[in-house]
């Protein structure tokens, strides 16, 4: 899975995108808001971790999420 931080302009916020091995779009939620439903995508029980991760992402840049 990968993850990847979208910069916001003016009125629109900052989003986070997960997207799978194909790189197929799998989640889409604002990085501002907290992290919820996230059994859905296999990673229920990892917030702190994923939230961790995603405060030190740059914006526009694909990482590989392994936690």
Do not use: C, T
């Amino acid at each position: 899975m990968y993850i990847i931080k979208v910069k916001g302009k003016a009125k629109i916020p900052d989003y986070i995108q997960l997207r799978d091995e194909q790189f197929v779009l799998i989640a889409y939620f604002r990085a501002d808001r907290p992290l919820k439903n996230l059994e859905r995508y296999g990673l229920g029980g990892k917030e702190e971790a994923l939230s961790s991760v995603i405060a030190g992402l740059a914006f526009g840049k694909l990482q590989k999420l392994d936690i």
